[in-house]
């Protein structure tokens, strides 16, 4: 395969080649892509990994799902009802799928191994840097929706075990929403963000959304006598309500930042069957987010909440139980996305200042400790005023679709234009084209998603 050379000289800009934690930058705590002894590299010198085809599967979909479920049944209700829903979901997955594929065929054109370096070798180096400053914006944004999930799940709890209803007054001081989101941080949540290295792997995850998933069917197929649906609406309002769920949508479905480890984690690393591992995780995950998605809307109609949780009587057991999961879910996630966003930020900041990797270690230490408080203080002040969840998930899901359309549509592009020569005249424009409707269709969601952050929300 032709290697992607366009804008592939790393001392353009000022920029040092050799800084940051560039080679771990948002792998997957599953991944394992070093070989284990000589033997197990490719005869063009990339090594191989160890994860079979099922085991990429598993991990795409571990990737995939997540708390963004919890927002599917309003995001059926925002586009106006289970055809609506049903029918974006199946238009997007096309979209989805297929920027998964141009990612693992970039990584092996410019045989970089994750996200951003693909970007960075493939569009150079303003596009690299815009993609690592959206990686860190969108972490960041994502640790904030996580901690307003405790603090949504925590409520309902709490409501049960005080045996009052939440919000009531004259309840004690230390069953405040912003005391116990702030206790669990500070106890959980900051010893798990602190250390340099991820030591464990989220598999409550999967099984927290399964068991969600789950819980949501079954109480729509046998409702309790508390629940009472709103209007269960038939068709969009308006086009523009549809588009509105579609950042819901992309948060659910973006794993394309930790895709590229994962393919390059695989026994064996082509795009033919990495297309058909993406295919049956997509399927998957559909499957998962289609069921809550619809069940969740038609038990509750347009009065659904943001979480589809909080829509749940507090006192039941079997819900409760789902609310734990997602809590223990969020704790570990948190300090993932965390790590993920801190390095990359480590990365700019050590290219920018020309220094290398093998720096003191104390002053590794002590930027590393700063750089955890300033986040995670920053996370918890904001989650502290933002109680709306649907809200955050609007602005951050502008920003996966980004991840799931812009930076793979460039990649397509510019890899294209490099090898225009070698590619037959008509292929080469039906790809390019296809990149450019890509670039266009994630440039209108965040722009549309802004745009409602900005003159809806902010000015309302």
Not at 190 to 199: K, V
Not at 241 to 253: D, E, L
Request: proline content about 4%.
């Amino acid at each position: 395969m032709a290697q992607v050379s366009i804008n592939s000289d790393l001392g353009e800009w000022g920029f040092s080649t050799d800084a940051g934690e560039r080679a771990h930058l948002l792998q997957s705590p599953c991944v394992d892509t070093d070989p284990k002894n000589e033997e197990e590299a490719s005869p063009e010198g990339q090594s191989r990994g160890t994860t079979s085809t099922f085991g990429a599967i598993f991990i795409v979909v571990n990737a995939c799902l997540g708390a963004g479920l919890l927002n599917f049944p309003a995001a059926f209700s925002t586009a106006g009802g289970v055809a609506a829903g049903i029918t974006l979901q199946m238009s997007m997955l096309v979209f989805i799928i297929s920027g998964l594929v141009i990612l693992a065929y970039c990584s092996q054109a410019s045989n970089e191994r994750t996200y951003q370096e693909v970007v960075w070798a493939v569009c150079g180096k303003l596009t690299g840097v815009l993609c690592e400053v959206a990686i860190a914006i969108y972490t960041f944004g994502t640790c904030i929706a996580f901690l307003i999930i405790i603090g949504d799940q925590q409520d309902k709890i709490i409501a049960v075990m005080a045996k009052e209803p939440e919000g009531a007054g004259g309840n004690p001081w230390y069953t405040d929403r912003k005391f116990t989101i702030s206790l669990t941080a500070f106890l959980f949540i900051l010893p798990l963000s602190i250390p340099r290295e991820i030591g464990f792997q989220n598999f409550l995850s999967v099984v927290g959304t399964w068991y969600v998933t789950a819980i949501v069917i079954i109480k729509y197929i046998w409702p309790d006598k508390e629940m009472t649906p709103g209007d269960i609406l038939t068709r969009p309002v308006s086009w523009m309500a549809v588009f509105n769920a579609m950042p819901t949508i992309c948060f659910g479905f973006q794993c394309h930042v930790s895709s590229v480890p994962i393919f390059n984690s695989m026994q064996r690393p082509e795009v033919k069957t990495w297309g058909g591992v993406v295919t049956a995780a997509m399927v998957i995950a559909l499957a998962v987010y289609m069921g809550t998605g619809v069940c969740g809307f038609l038990a509750f109609g347009a009065s659904v909440d943001p979480d589809v949780l909080l829509s749940y009587p507090s006192n039941d057991v079997a819900v409760a139980v789902a609310r734990a999961f997602i809590i223990l879910s969020v704790l570990s996630s948190y300090s993932i996305l965390h790590f993920c966003g801190r390095a990359v930020i480590e990365g700019l900041w050590l290219r920018y200042q020309g220094m290398p990797v093998e720096e003191d270690v104390g002053r590794e230490r002590r930027r590393r400790v700063l750089q955890t408080l300033v986040w995670f203080l920053l996370t918890l002040l904001l989650a502290l005023f933002i109680p709306d969840i649907g809200k955050v998930i609007s602005v951050i899901g502008g920003l996966a679709a980004c991840f799931i359309f812009v930076f793979p549509g460039l990649c397509l592009i510019q890899a294209k234009l490099s090898e225009m020569e070698e590619v037959k005249p008509a292929s080469w424009w039906v790809l390019v084209s296809y990149g450019v409707l890509l670039v266009t269709l994630g440039a209108f969601i965040f722009g549309q998603t802004t745009a409602n952050a900005i003159f809806v929300d902010l000015l309302a």
